[in-house]
C-alpha cells in the first residue's frame, strides 16, 4: 500500500510516539487525523505540523475511545470528511506504575480501557469503514511486556497480552481484505519523570545496550503500511532483544 492521499488515523496521535507516526505518514502526503482525549492543545499544534509537512489534510478529534459512542463518532466523523479509512494505528496507550500492595479496581479498569477495550472498539468500527472502500491495514500497539509481564504494572501487562490475543483474533475475522499486525516495543521513551540513573539501569538490561528511539518505531510502521502485503496476525518485537534478556 502507498501511503499518498491515503486516509489514515493514528489515535493518540498529538504527542510522543502517535506524533512521530502521524508526521511520517503526512510527509508521504497521506490524509490524516489524529484522535486525542484531553491534550487538546498539543493536537491542534500537531495540525499545524502535519499540513506543514506535507498532509493535504490533518484532522484531530477529541475522543475517549474506551466507549463505544465516542468510537462510533469518530469513524462517522472521518466517514463524513473523507468517505474512507485506510490504514488504522491504535497507538493511544496508558503507561501507570501500580503496585500490587495498593492495586485497585479501577487501576484495572483504567489500564484495561485505555489498552485494550479502546482498540477493540476502533478496530470494531474502522474495519466496516474500510471494507466499503475495499479493505485496509489496521496495526495495534502492545509490548514486550505483554509476553514477560514485570512487576508493578500488572494491569497494563495484562492488557498488552490482550492486545496480542486482540491482534491474532482481528486478524482471522477481518481476513483476506484487511491485514491487522501488532508492534510489541520494547524501551523506546522513558517517562518524563525517569531520572537518568534509571533510564541508565533500564539501558543496561537490554542486549543492544541502549534505549530505541521513536524513528524505530516509525521505521517499523512505514515496514507494515507500504513494504509489504503479505502479513496479518504477526507481532513484530522492536525491543532491542529485551524480550529474550
Not at 500490587?100 to 470494531?124: I, S, V
Not at 486482540?166 to 521513551?189: D, F, M, N, R, W
Not at 542486549?207 to 512505514?222: A, C, E, F, H
Amino acid at each position: 500500500m502507498t501511503l499518498e492521499d491515503r486516509v489514515v488515523l493514528v489515535t493518540g496521535g498529538a504527542r510522543r510516539v502517535g506524533q512521530a507516526i502521524a508526521l511520517a505518514v503526512a510527509r508521504r502526503r497521506a490524509r490524516v487525523v489524529i484522535s486525542y482525549r484531553t491534550s487538546a492543545t498539543e493536537a491542534h499544534e500537531t495540525v499545524k505540523r502535519l499540513e506543514r509537512a506535507g498532509a493535504p489534510e490533518a484532522l484531530a478529534v477529541q475522543a475517549d475511545l474506551a466507549h463505544a459512542s465516542n468510537a462510533r463518532r469518530l469513524m462517522d466523523r472521518i466517514a463524513r470528511r473523507f468517505r474512507r479509512l485506510d490504514v488504522l494505528v491504535n497507538s493511544a496507550a496508558t503507561f501507570d506504575r501500580t503496585p500490587y500492595q495498593t492495586l485497585a479496581e479501577r487501576d484495572w479498569d483504567h489500564a484495561l480501557n485505555t489498552n485494550l477495550k479502546g482498540p477493540f472498539l476502533c478496530a470494531l468500527y474502522a474495519s466496516r469503514l474500510m471494507r466499503r472502500g475495499g479493505g485496509g491495514k489496521i496495526i495495534n500497539f502492545a509490548d514486550w511486556a505483554g509476553v514477560r509481564p514485570y512487576r508493578d504494572y500488572l494491569p497494563y501487562c495484562v492488557s498488552k497480552a490482550g492486545v496480542i490475543g486482540l491482534t491474532k483474533a482481528l486478524a482471522k475475522e477481518l481476513a483476506p481484505s484487511i491485514q491487522v499486525v501488532a508492534i510489541a516495543p520494547g524501551p523506546i521513551l522513558p517517562p518524563p519523570n525517569m531520572s537518568a540513573s534509571a533510564r541508565a539501569r533500564v539501558a543496561a538490561r537490554v542486549p543492544l545496550k541502549r534505549w530505541g528511539s521513536p524513528q524505530d518505531i516509525v521505521n517499523t510502521v512505514l515496514f507494515l503500511i507500504e513494504g509489504t502485503d503479505f502479513m496479518t496476525g504477526s507481532v513484530v518485537f522492536v525491543d532491542g532483544g529485551q524480550l529474550i534478556a
